[in-house]
């Protein structure tokens, strides 16, 4: 028997010639309904949207009536409960070898450090950000005050880059991720500094540990590295003035085959490719063309879900959306005081992705390894500063004995 497919266009009685899938759907995880054509597409669009719109509402009230603390364990518990699986992990299906474990309790934050409006909300909701997607689009001009001032982006970007380097000097064979969680949030609170991550949207940890399949957004468990990983540090801090710096490195643990290696260098090469663009004048969407060309070199994939932002006061995430990839349709033309992160993702096989059951963690679509470097920079007359750089080093430089531990 066959079936007859409609359109998703409400009152659309056009047969399904071809399935076109709107790819917002797909990329959140929407149940997929099939347009009949481009043109239907894009006439009613304004209307899909609110799909994704109450497809998100949806998610964040799941989250809030579906915390499990089962997910957890306490920190003095054997280490045969700490390696468990989660229990959404026992009978899901992985595309790579990496396993979660429990995680640890979270963290705590003293009242004296000033905490973005997320932090205690309860289903981590930033109400600034979502304030800002309600205003017509305009990318901000940070003046020279906001830049240098003692409590500006300069500094909690300073921050971040100190907090990095001593979590990056932690990473060996042995080490697990929750400690390196431990060590970037005690690092945090001691330049008096939020962790930006902490119940953001209700991420659990206090920094993002992205383990070889793992893109992105890897949740810091009880797991140890092991020789021959590669692993990327994603450091972001808020501090008194109100300003979020995120910047991030992929590390070598212990001997690395050439390809892992290829990999790692490659990613580093698309960031700095990237960046000698960046300009006045410079159209955002240019980058994304200069990154693939150069991922293909090496015959590497750059991952299409996750782009670099905008970020500033009160605003972990905001426009511009930088996407890494070529033909991409983001909007906006550098100008001098555009602050934003450029951070492509890139892997060894196919760009495809999916996200764990945790919601957070997303992972390469065949297993294979993926690796990123990102820095917040600003814009100026002649071209860019990097307000994540290390103090000597104005221009990013290869340098893999700093990410070899």
Known sequence: MTTIESCAT????????????????????????????????????????????LFQQLKQQQALQSFDPTTTCPDDAPT?????????????????????????????????????????????????EQNERHKPPHIRCYTEEEINGEEGLRHVCQMGREILDVAGKAVRVGVTTDELDRIVHEATL?????????????????????????????????????DGDIVNLDIS??????????????????????????????????LATALELVRPGTLYRDLGAAIERKAKETQCSVVRTYCGHGIGHELFHTIPNIPHYGKNKAKGVMKVGHVFTIEPMINLGTSGDKTWQDDWTAVTLDGKRSAQFEHTLVVTETGYDLLTKRKDEPVMTWKPELLQR
């Open 190 to 226: 001691e330049r008096d500094c939020y962790p930006s991550p902490l119940n953001y949207y209700q991420f659990p940890k206090s920094v993002c540990t992205s383990v070889n399949e793992v893109i992105c957004h890897g949740i810091p468990d009880h797991r140890e590295l092991c």
């Open 10 to 53: 409400p009152g659309c009685t056009n047969p399904l010639t071809q399935r076109l899938a709107c790819p917002k759907c797909q990329q959140m995880g929407i149940p997929i309904a099939y347009f009949c054509g481009q043109s239907c597409f894009a006439q009613n669009y304004a209307k899909h949207k609110q799909v994704h719109v």
């Open 80 to 128: 045969e409960q700490k390696l468990q699986l989660p229990h959404w992990a026992r009978d899901y299906r992985f595309t790579g070898t990496l396993r979660p474990t429990l995680l640890s309790p979270r963290r705590t934050v003293p009242a004296s450090i000033r905490q973005p409006d997320y932090a205690q909300h309860p289903a981590g909701v930033c109400t600034h």
């Open 237 to 270: 801090a808020y501090n008194r003035g109100g300003y979020h710096g995120d910047l991030n490195e992929t590390f070598f643990v212990g001997n690395v085959d050439a390809e892992g290696q290829k990999l790692v260098k490659t990613a580093f090469d698309c």
